[in-house]
């Protein structure tokens, strides 16, 4: 008998079945995955999916899509069952359904769940739910988002009748719960446990129970409080002198002092103003500025928005001001500088004259964790658009700005160096010449062709100055990769060579280097001292490097006061600071 083929399995189902797969991977949907019923047919509708009160989902089995895109459609069809969009006391009606997938989108973006199969504009609204659908019921929606959800023009979720045993928890409180534990395992997997056994607080202890209060009461920032660590140790507090709080943001621990007396919707109040300046990375923007009225700036800030949101109580020890109220901790830090002698004498949670930004972290208690940043990130964005979903009250313009800022990262230090080459060194373009013949003559004697020319600058016109810092306690890391950039960036220019100065306790002039050879000819001395001035007057005054040559100083920012007046840059290891306001842009090494 003939044997019978083995049936092949559908490539498309198996792609439904992956992308299913991917989407419930998302600790985020853990506690809603097994709820969910998942349905592959010949579907009475002409979208990708339609999701049910009781979660059943039914997708179209005529769809063809990529694992990535499926998943982006589950997540989306069970984030509108974690938003409550299916209860039966919610409208149904076009603009409503609009609005709703805006904000499911909006979610999906900022968690980066899946690969969305259709265009998602790019500036999708950032109002409330219920507040887009009331101006779309009047003005009608929009062409571009008339169809984002999974059904295109088609509904994409159905409410109905359907209601949880009263023992059982809704999809919204499910919904909750995931966002909570994935944040604490995005801690987690980003590094081991950042405080000793002997330090890990009480249960019981009532900063820890105002910590757990903002992961079952207030999203905004339940996924954030969910992943920091609180330190109540009275011996610490004194050593580093904190009065009432401070914070590691490199280590996302909080420590307070267990001996300050203050109710619980002060302590609530307390947390919240740390967590924001860790998430809203408060103290790497100080930049140039005095760190402690930097921090006074922020604090101004940050208390306003808490005051405006009604989190806890203002304990009497904290700054406050309602002038100040909707204004940018920048700017707060200008209109502060015009009176130093009066803010100066203000204290933070910390103390007086004592910033609560921690910069310079004990590695005895804690350790800095790597993708931290991209935790901050996601559940400051994330929790807003949930806060924002479930009606818990209108976020400040000023914090809801600062945490869509987060979202757009700045570039990288290596990025903006090649900014910084681009406006002085523009590559070298070629051009065809009938002065000189093509290769390619030979082939067609009776036609002339002509051969690519490459303009000829003098070497001197472009070039630039480079003051290295030689000394002793220049790490090499930071020599290797400011000068690997330096050397590549400059060859992709046409710059052949730079105008060189080692520095450490005295100038050494090395004359011009090739690019490519400035690391190989770096010696780190280390004889005590770091004087770059003298290298940078040598290159100022010296007549063989053009007057609108730009210089590079690369330093680890323990030198004294520079004078630059030619157009300059700095290259610094990242945490570091100069002791002085530079006039030229400053590229912080990672």
């Known amino acids: ?223 954030l409080a969910a992943g920091f660590t609180i330190v109540a140790d009275a011996e610490l507090a004194r050593s580093w002198s904190i009065s009432v709080a401070a914070v590691d943001a490199a280590a996302a621990e909080i420590y307070v002092n267990p001996l300050v007396l203050i109710e619980a919707e002060e302590r609530r109040f307390v947390l919240a103003h740390e967590m924001l300046h860790a998430a809203l990375r408060h103290g790497e923007r100080v930049g140039p500025r005095d760190p402690y009225l930097w921090n006074v700036a922020a604090d101004f800030v940050v208390n306003g928005w808490l005051v405006e949101m009604g989190v806890g109580r203002i304990p009497e020890s904290a700054l406050y001001d309602p002038a100040l109220k909707g204004r940018a901790v920048e700017d707060v830090y200008d209109e502060i500088t015009k009176n130093l002698r009066r803010f100066r004498k203000l204290a933070t949670l910390r103390g007086r004259g004592l910033g609560d930004m921690l910069d310079h972290p004990t590695p005895v208690v804690g350790k800095s964790v790597d993708g931290l940043d991209d935790f901050y990130r996601r559940a400051l964005s994330g929790g807003m658009a949930y806060h924002q979903m479930l009606g818990r009250g209108l976020i400040p313009a000023g914090l809801a700005e600062e945490i869509r800022v987060l979202e757009h990262p700045p570039p990288p230090w290596d990025v903006r160096l090649a900014q910084w080459f681009d406006r002085y060194f523009q590559p070298l373009e070629r051009t065809r010449s009938y002065a000189r013949a093509s290769r390619r003559q030979a082939s067609t004697p009776d036609i002339p062709r002509p051969g690519w020319h490459r303009p000829l600058v003098r070497e001197r016109d472009r070039t630039f100055g480079v003051v290295l810092d030689t000394s002793g306690s220049m790490p090499p890391e930071l020599l290797g990769k400011a000068l690997g950039a330096i050397a590549s960036y400059a060859a992709s220019r046409d710059v052949p060579a730079a105008r060189v100065v080692f520095c450490d306790a005295v100038a050494y002039d090395a004359g011009y280097l090739p690019v490519e050879e400035i690391a190989g000819s770096v010696r780190v001395r280390g004889r005590g001292g770091t004087a770059l001035q003298p290298g940078i007057d040598l290159l100022e005054r010296a007549p063989d490097l053009p007057a609108d040559g730009p210089i590079l100083i690369i330093t680890d920012g323990e030198c004294d006061v520079l004078r630059v007046r030619r157009e300059h840059a700095y290259l610094i290891p990242r945490g570091s600071r100069l002791p002085f306001a530079p006039k030229g842009e400053v590229f912080p090494l990672r």
Request: with cysteine; aromatic share 10%; charged share 20%.
């Open 1 to 223: 008998m003939p044997k019978q083929r083995a049936s092949k399995p559908d490539p498309h189902y198996q792609s439904f079945v992956d992308g299913c797969r991917i989407a419930f991977g998302y600790p985020v949907f853990r506690h809603i995955i097994r709820h969910i019923a998942l349905d592959w047919t010949e579907g009475a509708f002409r979208g990708w999916a339609v999701v049910r009160p009781n979660g059943r989902i039914t997708a179209n089995n005529h769809i063809r899509g990529t694992d990535a895109e499926w998943a982006w459609v589950i997540s989306h069809l069970a984030l509108h069952l974690g938003f409550g969009h299916l209860a039966a006391d919610r409208s149904v009606d076009a603009a409503s359904r609009a609005a709703r997938c805006v904000a499911v989108a909006r979610f999906q973006r900022q968690l980066r769940l899946g690969v969305a199969p259709w265009h998602i504009p790019q500036d999708l609204p950032g109002s409330d739910e219920d507040r887009l659908s009331e101006l779309w019921r009047l003005t009608g929606v929009p062409p571009q988002y008339a169809e984002i959800g999974c059904g295109r023009a088609e509904p994409d979720h159905l409410p109905g009748p359907f209601v949880f045993p009263k023992a059982a928890m809704s999809w919204t409180d499910r919904l909750a719960v995931g966002l909570a534990t994935a944040a604490s395992e995005a801690v987690a997997e980003a590094g081991e446990a950042r405080v000793l056994a002997a330090r890990e607080i009480d249960p019981n202890n009532p900063w820890e129970q105002a910590r757990r209060w903002f992961v079952g009461a207030f999203p905004l920032l339940g996924a």
